[in-house]
């Protein structure tokens, strides 16, 4: 999946989108967010063993996995799941020379808003406990609970736009960055 495909998805998602019916808002962040995470785990695969984006860009690898088999072995060891965010924040800068995705994991604003859309989609999944309190702590700033719709649909005071529409450009943004030569 390259991010035009990524984007085809995320306007069949907003088109249907209505502050009448706030639910839309959290299962469409929901989904895109789940077909990013899945977006970014096949990049970093292809970068991993070697193939090009569609903009023709590859880091230089340190090191060479075969092929993607060879891959996962090496990231589930013995474990049935690869968590593929934490997978990539960990050792992609040990894997490329210029690591493409130091622009989600070191770049301060990236950084924080990639944590807050964790902590909220692991709400929305779970709706654990602790997923709660880290929605909590990482969104709502240790303030006052509100339903994830809700706080999806509320317009952050600096920029003007929805927390939704910051996320969604967001994700829309790092998707197209890794895709061509790191500026860092």
Do not use: W
């Amino acid at each position: 999946m390259e991010s035009d495909e990524l984007k085809k998805y995320i306007n069949e998602c907003n088109q249907n989108l209505t502050p009448s019916l706030p639910m839309l808002y959290e299962a469409s962040f929901f989904k895109i967010y789940v077909k990013f995470e899945v977006y970014l785990a096949n990049i970093f695969e292809n970068y991993c063993v070697g193939i090009k984006s569609d903009n023709g860009y590859c880091p230089q690898r340190k090191l060479a996995f075969t092929d993607k088999e060879h891959l996962r072995a090496i990231l589930k060891g013995d474990k049935q799941y690869v968590e593929y965010i934490k997978k990539i924040e960990s050792l992609s800068k040990h894997i490329f020379v210029d690591n493409p995705f130091n622009v989600i994991f070191d770049v301060a604003d990236n950084l924080t808003i990639m944590n807050q859309m964790m902590a909220l989609r692991n709400y929305i999944a779970h709706e654990s406990g602790e997923a709660r309190l880290k929605y909590i702590r990482t969104c709502l700033g240790n303030g006052q609970f509100v339903e994830p719709s809700e706080y999806l649909i509320k317009k952050n005071k600096r920029t003007s736009k929805s927390n939704y529409t910051i996320f969604i450009e967001k994700i829309i943004e790092l998707s197209d960055i890794i895709l061509d030569v790191p500026l860092l």
